[in-house]
């Protein structure tokens, strides 16, 4: 999981698909970010934020109940435990740094469970700059708390009325303001999706989590390296920085999403916001709506670098249904007084569902990500109960 | 007759050029609005074969990519209505690559060049994507056109001036497509620069609404490409005739600007 060069490829996936209007500001966020990442000054800026603000390191946390269930040893790497509530703020914060840089005044962010939206306000409102986050009007109704807390925190939240109501239409209006902005405004992309450098450098700001967990896999473990790695996967940003800390080790990495919105496991090549990469679609090359309880991972895609994984067999991509990830999330809760988000309840449940299938050997050692907190989900697990 | 060769020879006629553009399947009569762009005088027309994610569309055409998906087109059947529609005026399918890429550019092109197709624009398809859509569609004789914006710098803007085909497409502002109270500056400034590093046809389009400002962009281009305005009117229920009389009033107001002395 290296550089992907100036064409950013991964393998046959990746690339800059965007209209000419888009290219200078491409390329503009390219040169910013290879100028910027080897520089200590911004590294200290970096790592200041994430310390003072964020709250890392954040812990890995053995689940002694749970694990025992089970079957397994199971560590969680705490993101919900982040400022804001979930590992979206670790990318945010080095994008707004970047665009400050940059001499921007405006971020501009799609979003789907409102995290990286939110994580989007808050960034603006500590370093000074203005917000403008788009969000389907689906999702603005089931992920409403996040809605008052971006507007409380002085951005503007503009609904998208088209398509699905969800991610994928926010990401496309995003884009299409985006071209009309570009001398002001940063896009600040919440996943490692979207055309070359947006899933190699989101990837890079998130593979904090990645790295730290290695660390601390490496003082709790005996074998100092887990059996499994494990995230969920929507556009693959928490998934991506946990597995760049382990792809050179011998764990097997398993990123999990929704059966709705499965790109990596069910999607086939197409091109979509910027990327050649995996997507769900029907016959004649329409992209599909995905279906999913967890809005982060309502998304009919993947991020670029998974589907290269993918391919490679490094990684595997495994769905899990709603039920599944409602179950987990009330297990976790109830065995470790954990109230994890529905998204990172999909990893969960498939480490549930894999050790009662017999899939992990007993006693594996099992490092799951939880990318972040279920406040924001409360009312739509109140409708289910 | 390839696209350019027709754009050039119409050119050299002392003609600006106008391409009007039409959301392939928007209705079940749709290829009689092609067939009164026509005949109204266009000299190409751009028909879209809609894609579910526009996302270099604005509302208009959105809209009117909507309504055809809901009908159920296809660009299969799209390409099955306008076979053998005129040799006369050209026809430039207009779609985002992943549609290019479901069949993968060799059939996709083959299939356009089967239906009569002579150009392809895919505007999330820039110059350093488009090494194998280029090659697939020279190989079949379609023209691969492709697009420059205000905020192409100096060098790049040559390279893709000499690898476009058919014509360069000036994108007149930075924005999405869309009708405009007026015509925006970076429009003249746009096209004055690629023709100064080309003699291809060059088409100014995106906003261009009203045949005032049709003339207006034609001054510094080759000619211009109107598209959400047109498809406002036939989402609004206008009929062949309707829409036919609109594009005239564009004609004549072109003709009209070269005549005088
Ligand atoms: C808590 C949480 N986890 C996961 C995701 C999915 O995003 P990604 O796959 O980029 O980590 C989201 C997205 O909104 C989220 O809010």
């Known amino acids: 999981m290296g550089d992907p060069g100036r064409q950013g490829r991964f393998g046959n996936y990746g690339g800059g698909y965007v209209p000419e209007s888009l290219v200078a500001a491409c390329r503009q966020v390219e040169e910013a970010f290879r100028e910027a990442w080897p520089d200590p000054g911004f590294q200290q800026s970096l790592a200041r934020l994430l310390a003072v603000q964020v709250g890392r390191p954040t812990p890995l946390t053995p689940v002694r109940r749970l694990s025992a269930e089970l079957g397994i040893n199971l560590l969680l790497k705490r993101e919900d435990l982040t400022h804001t509530g979930s590992h979206k703020i670790n990318n945010v914060l080095g994008q707004a740094l970047l665009a400050r840089r940059m001499g921007k005044t405006h971020l501009i962010a799609e979003t789907g469970a409102g995290q990286h939206g939110v994580a989007t306000a808050t960034a603006a409102a500590l370093l000074g700059l203005a917000a403008t986050v788009f969000m389907g009007q689906r999702d603005i109704e089931r992920q409403a708390l996040n809605v008052y807390r971006m507007r409380m925190l002085g951005a503007e939240v503009v609904p998208v009325e088209t398509g699905s109501r969800t991610l994928k239409d926010a990401t496309s209006q995003a884009m299409r303001h985006w071209v009309g902005a570009t001398e002001h405004s940063y896009y600040c992309v919440g996943s490692v999706i979207g055309p070359h450098p947006y899933p190699w450098m989101v990837r890079t700001f998130q593979r904090v989590i990645g790295d730290e967990a290695r660390g601390q896999c490496a003082a709790e473990l005996s074998t100092a390296v887990p059996d499994y790695v494990v995230a969920c996967v929507g556009g693959g940003s928490n998934a991506a920085g946990t597995f760049a800390g382990f792809v050179d080790t011998s764990a097997r990495l398993v990123g999990v999403e929704a059966e709705g919105g499965a790109g990596a496991a069910l999607g086939r090549v197409g091109v979509l916001h910027g990327a050649r990469s995996l997507f769900l679609q029907d016959g004649d090359g329409q992209i599909v709506e995905a279906h999913s309880i967890a809005a982060g991972l309502d998304y009919p895609g993947v991020g670029p670098e998974h589907a290269h994984l993918r391919d490679l067999g490094r990684a595997r991509y495994v769905t899990v249904t709603d039920d599944e990830a409602t179950s987990a999330l009330v297990r976790l809760a109830r065995t470790e007084g954990i109230v994890a988000a529905l998204e990172s309840a999909h990893a969960v449940a498939w480490v549930i569902r894999a050790a009662g299938a017999g899939e992990l050997p007993p006693g594996a050692t099992v490092m799951l990500t939880l990318s972040g907190r279920g406040d924001k989900d409360v009312s739509t697990l109140k409708e289910l109960a | ?261």
Not at chain 2, 30 to 51: M, N, Q, S, T, Y
Not at chain 2, 92 to 117: K, M, Q, W
Not at chain 2, 164 to 177: Q, W
Not at chain 2, 210 to 234: C, H, K, L, N, Y
Request: a negative charge; charged letters at 25%.
């Open chain 2, 1 to 261: 007759m390839r696209l350019e060769d027709h754009l050039r020879s119409r050119r050299a006629a002392g003609r600006k050029l106008l391409m009007p553009y039409l959301t392939g399947g928007v209705t079940a009569t749709w290829v009689d609005h092609l067939r009164a762009l026509a005949d109204a005088g266009a000299d190409a027309i751009e028909v879209g074969l809609p894609f579910s994610d526009p996302t270099l569309d604005g509302v208009t055409i959105q809209e009117a990519t909507d309504a055809a998906l809901a009908r159920g087109a296809t660009v299969r059947g799209i390409l099955g209505d306008i076979t053998g529609f005129t040799d006369d005026v050209p026809l430039v399918a207009s779609t985002y690559y992943n549609l290019v890429v479901r069949d993968g550019p060799e059939r996709f092109c083959a299939a356009l060049r089967d239906a009569g197709i002579s150009g392809l624009i895919v505007p999330d398809l820039p110059l350093d994507e488009a090494g194998e859509a280029a090659d697939a569609a020279a190989s079949v004789g379609v023209d691969l056109v492709l697009l420059a914006s205000p905020a192409t710098p100096q060098p790049r803007l040559a390279e893709i001036a000499r690898r476009s085909r058919g014509f360069v497409y000036a994108v007149s502002l930075m924005g999405t497509t869309g009708e405009r109270a007026t015509v925006a500056e970076s429009a003249a400034t746009l096209a004055s620069r690629i023709k100064g590093s080309t003699d291809r046809p060059v088409l100014v389009g995106f906003g261009i609404s009203t045949p005032q400002q049709a003339v207006e962009a034609a001054r510094s281009a080759d000619g211009v490409i109107v598209g959400a305005a047109i498809m406002r009117r036939v989402l609004d229920g206008a009929t062949p005739d309707d829409v036919g009389a609109d594009l005239a009033k564009m004609r004549r107001a072109l003709d009209q600007e070269r005549d005088q002395p």
